[in-house]
Each structure stands twice: as structure tokens, then as C-alpha cells.
């Protein structure tokens, strides 16, 4: 299946999104996405980037893994839908409510900024505290 398809299924179920080239563009937020993939000896990666302004494009990396390509792509797929989709949902296109991300106000650099949290997502085996770095990595950006 197309990557495009793919993005576009799971976005539509909370953002109308319109197919236009090799974009995917959501109307109603002003935005436009797309998925590209990149095929591998055993999986794939996936790329999905997202236009938040016009030249400023986010842009997140998944691993595929899978018997054949089809495989593959949808366990990249489950992976952003997992990890990032509703972070992107609730902090880009201000879907709301999601119990699926945590909302913060931190102090990065002497500002208050508005955080959205999701899921890690983790390959292999989950430690037993999976996110022991999680302290550090506050610690840093609020300096």
C-alpha cells in the first residue's frame, strides 16, 4: 500500500486531509504531511514530515521491520501512530481532549513554553524503568 494512503487513513480519522501531489494537505489547519519511504535489506524506514509553516517542516524517523515491505511499513506505522501521532495531533492541530498525551508548562531558557508528552516507544526489551533519562533530559532544556 502506498505510504501516503497510510498516513492519510490514520490522520482522517482527526484531521481532514486532501491528497495533492505527493502532499497531504489538511485544509482546516493550514498544514500539509507527507510519508515517504525508504526500503531496507530487512524493513524499512519511514518518514513522516509535516509543514508546520510555509519552509518549516518537522520531520520524524521510523523503523520498519517485517517479513516483506507491507510488513515492514505497517510496523513503522505502528510505531508513530504509538509514539507520535497524538503529540503531533494534540500540539500542531490542537486536537482536544487526548488521553493519550500529558500537557505541561515548562521554564526552557527563562520562558514558559506549553509541552505536549507522549509515548516512548521502545524496540527489543523495555528496561525496567524506561525512562531513566527522562529527569535529565528536563534538567538540560530548562537551563
Given at each position: 500500500?502506498?505510504?501516503?494512503?497510510?498516513?492519510?487513513?490514520?490522520?482522517?480519522?482527526?484531521?481532514?486531509?486532501?491528497?495533492?501531489?505527493?502532499?497531504?494537505?489538511?485544509?482546516?489547519?493550514?498544514?500539509?504531511?507527507?510519508?515517504?519511504?525508504?526500503?531496507?535489506?530487512?524493513?524499512?524506514?519511514?518518514?513522516?514530515?509535516?509543514?508546520?509553516?510555509?519552509?518549516?517542516?518537522?520531520?520524524?524517523?521510523?523503523?520498519?521491520?517485517?517479513?516483506?515491505?507491507?510488513?515492514?511499513?505497517?510496523?513503522?506505522?505502528d510505531a508513530f501512530a504509538y509514539g507520535v501521532?497524538?503529540?503531533?495531533?494534540?500540539?500542531?492541530?490542537?486536537?482536544?481532549?487526548?488521553?493519550?498525551v500529558t500537557r505541561e508548562q515548562w521554564n526552557?531558557?527563562?520562558?514558559?513554553?506549553?509541552?505536549?508528552?507522549?509515548?516512548?516507544?521502545?524496540?527489543?526489551?523495555?528496561?525496567?524503568?524506561?525512562?531513566?533519562?527522562?529527569?535529565?533530559?528536563?534538567?538540560?532544556?530548562?537551563?
Amino acid at each position: 500500500m502506498n505510504q501516503n494512503n497510510w498516513l492519510s487513513g490514520l490522520m482522517n480519522a482527526h484531521a481532514r486531509g486532501e491528497q495533492h501531489d505527493e502532499w497531504i494537505v489538511f485544509p482546516d489547519h493550514g498544514k500539509r504531511g507527507y510519508a515517504r519511504l525508504f526500503p531496507r535489506k530487512h524493513g524499512c524506514q519511514l518518514d513522516i514530515g509535516l509543514e508546520i509553516y510555509p519552509g518549516w517542516l518537522a520531520l520524524e524517523s521510523f523503523a520498519g521491520i517485517g517479513a516483506d515491505i507491507d510488513a515492514a511499513l505497517k510496523d513503522a506505522f505502528d510505531a508513530f501512530a504509538y509514539g507520535v501521532l497524538h503529540v503531533m495531533l494534540s500540539a500542531l492541530f490542537r486536537a482536544m481532549p487526548d488521553e493519550q498525551v500529558t500537557r505541561e508548562q515548562w521554564n526552557i531558557a527563562g520562558t514558559t513554553r506549553q509541552m505536549t508528552l507522549g509515548n516512548v516507544v521502545f524496540r527489543g526489551n523495555t528496561p525496567a524503568d524506561p525512562v531513566p533519562w527522562f529527569p535529565q533530559f528536563e534538567t538540560a532544556l530548562s537551563r
